[in-house]
Nanobody, 128 residues
Framework: QVQLAESGGGLVQVGDSLRLSCAAS????????SAWFRQAPGKEREFVSS????????YYADSVKGRFTISRDNAENMVWLQMDSLKPEDTAVYYC?????????????????????WGQGTQVTVSS
C-alpha cells in the first residue's frame, strides 16, 4: 500500500520558517516526480513546487519563488519543502504528491492530474 505522510506543519509568525517533510512508502519502482500543493480555506488547490526524480529540475509557483526550496533524498524516500520568509497568504493545508516522471509530466506538473499518490496534508498557519 502506497503511503505519503506529510509532517512539519504548524503555527508560526510572519517571517518565520518551516520545513515540511514527506515520507513515501510502498510505491512500486519507478522514476517518481514529487510535488507540493496547497489549499487555503475557500480556495482551490494550487501548485507550490515540484522536483524531478533526479532532483536536477525544480519548479516553483511565482508566489513562493525565492522563499521556498524543494529537495529530496531517494535513498531515504523523503521529499522536503523548506519555507522561509513565511507570509499570511501561505496559510493552507500542504499536500505532498507523487507521479511518474513521464514526458507528459513535464507539460502538466502544475496540475493535479499527473500525480497518482497524495498525502493527507499538513496545516501551515502563518499569523500576523
Amino acid at each position: 500500500q502506497v503511503q505519503l505522510a506529510e509532517s512539519g506543519g504548524g503555527l508560526v509568525q510572519v517571517g518565520d520558517s518551516l520545513r515540511l517533510s514527506c515520507a513515501a512508502s510502498g510505491r512500486p519502482v519507478s522514476r517518481w516526480a514529487s510535488a507540493w500543493f496547497r489549499q487555503a480555506p475557500g480556495k482551490e488547490r494550487e501548485f507550490v513546487s515540484s522536483i524531478t526524480w533526479s532532483g536536477q529540475r525544480k519548479y516553483y509557483a511565482d508566489s513562493v519563488k525565492g522563499r521556498f526550496t524543494i529537495s529530496r533524498d531517494n535513498a531515504e524516500n523523503m521529499v522536503w519543502l523548506q519555507m522561509d520568509s513565511l507570509k499570511p497568504e501561505d496559510t493552507a493545508v500542504y499536500y505532498c504528491a507523487e507521479g511518474r516522471e513521464t514526458p507528459d509530466w513535464y507539460s502538466y506538473y502544475r496540475e493535479g492530474a499527473p500525480y497518482e499518490y497524495w498525502g493527507q496534508g499538513t496545516q501551515v498557519t502563518v499569523s500576523s
